[in-house]
T-cell receptor, first 114, second 111 residues
Framework: DGGITQSPKYLFRKEGQNVTLSCEQN?????MYWYRQDPGQGLRLIYY???????QKGDIAEGYSVSREKKESFPLTVTSAQKNPTAFYLC?????????????FGNGTRLTVT | GQSLEQPSEVTAVEGAIVQINCTYQ??????LSWYQQHDGGAPTFLSY????GLEETGRFSSFLSRSDSYGYLLLQELQMKDSASYFC????????????FGTGTRLTVIP
């Protein structure tokens, strides 16, 4: 079955440490996205990538970094510069970055930083 | 910029019909989407409206009025499994190529 795999489901880190969240898709989608979700809020875009070796900042990119070396993979690094990293992180992909192409989401990684 | 407004919570009885409204403000409009998310889970795509009118998909329908900057999601024959959060979303190409989500409506279906 095709889909998006995010791992791990729960992640705990100490403040000041960088942490990388994994996102893999086997849907053969060109576009991939990272969203952050906080309680009572909608999803906010961190980074997105339309093709391999290319990515753009979203609305809240500060303190995060990404890479897109392979079509299937779009890992997100939460750096120590991110002021409030505890959140639910969702990775998504779409066939293309067009107006009506629906997003397919992974099951998310819940990151807790103490 | 863009903004989306949805009610934060809605409660409805099993078997009934419920409507979840969404009003939006964007500098450029390219369609209204709806997503469903169960607690702790992945959002899943429900519908997309680019033109005015009603789109029906089984028990779910979505409506758009571009002149009123307004849309709604209509859920019929409610089932307990419909208890979830529902998000409307718009694309605004004036900024980043971003699907901008509302804060979501938490629907609780009661027996």
């Amino acid at each position: 079955d095709g889909g998006i795999t995010q791992s791990p489901k729960y992640l705990f880190r100490k403040e000041g440490q960088n942490v990388t969240l994994s996102c893999e898709q086997n849907l053969n989608h060109d576009a991939m996205y990272w969203y952050r979700q906080d309680p009572g809020q909608g999803l906010r875009l961190i980074y997105y990538s339309q093709i391999v070796n290319d990515f753009q900042k979203g609305d809240i990119a500060e303190g995060y970094s990404v890479s897109r070396e392979k079509k299937e993979s779009f890992p997100l690094t939460v750096t120590s510069a991110q002021k409030n990293p505890t959140a639910f992180y969702l990775c998504a992909s779409s066939i293309e970055d067009s107006l009506n192409s629906p997003l397919h989401f992974g099951n998310g990684t819940r990151l807790t930083v103490t | 910029g863009q903004s989306l407004e949805q009610p934060s919570e809605v409660t409805a009885v099993e078997g009934a019909i419920v409507q979840i409204n969404c009003t939006y403000q964007t500098s450029g409009f390219y369609g209204l989407s709806w997503y469903q998310q169960h607690d702790g889970g992945a959002p899943t795509f429900l519908s997309y409206n680019a033109l005015d009118g009603l789109e029906e998909t089984g028990r779910f329908s979505s409506f758009l009025s571009r002149s009123d900057s307004y849309g709604y999601l209509l859920l019929q024959e409610l089932q307990m499994k419909d208890s979830a959060s529902y998000f409307c979303a718009v694309r605004d190409l004036a900024g980043a190529n971003n699907l901008f989500f509302g804060t979501g409506t938490r629907l609780t279906v009661i027996p």
